[in-house]
């Protein structure tokens, strides 16, 4: 089993950037995707992007492209998501999400994380 915590979360200006952060612990990690997905009330979960933990291999959904990056310390056991320019319509919970497929939907993903609240203001 692989547990997962955020950390991060906050409000936030558009314009602006933030940077959110998973621990990770359990299972080795060697063989899983990492992945972050977002949610708003009333909406389906949303996958933003993922790194293999492996060789850190990252796959970013359009919302995130030039705008968020993804990294891993393997050392630590950490996962990274940075969040640049953010957007009003950027205001999610975010979750960090491990799994062994590597695919971008979210019946793929095995374990997460309770959540971060990010709220851009206008």
């Known amino acids: 089993q692989v547990q997962l915590l955020e950390s991060g979360g906050g409000l936030v200006q558009a314009g602006g950037s933030l940077t959110l952060s998973c621990a990770c612990s359990?299972?080795?990690?060697?063989?899983?995707?990492l992945a972050w997905f977002r949610q708003t009330p009333g909406k389906d979960r949303e996958f933003v992007g993922f790194?293999?933990?492996?060789?850190?291999?990252?796959l970013y959904e359009d919302i995130a492209k030039g705008r968020f990056t993804i990294s891993r310390d393997t050392a630590k056991n950490m996962v990274y998501l940075q969040m640049t320019s953010l957007k009003p319509e950027d205001t999610a919970v975010y979750y960090c999400?491990?799994?062994?497929?590597?695919?971008?939907?979210?019946?793929?993903?095995?374990?997460w994380g309770r959540g971060t609240q990010v709220t851009v203001s206008s």
């Open positions: 359990g299972d080795t990690l060697s063989t899983y995707t």
């Open positions: 790194i293999t933990w492996s060789k850190g291999y990252t």
């Open positions: 999400a491990a799994g062994r497929t590597g695919m971008t939907y979210v019946t793929s993903y095995d374990y």
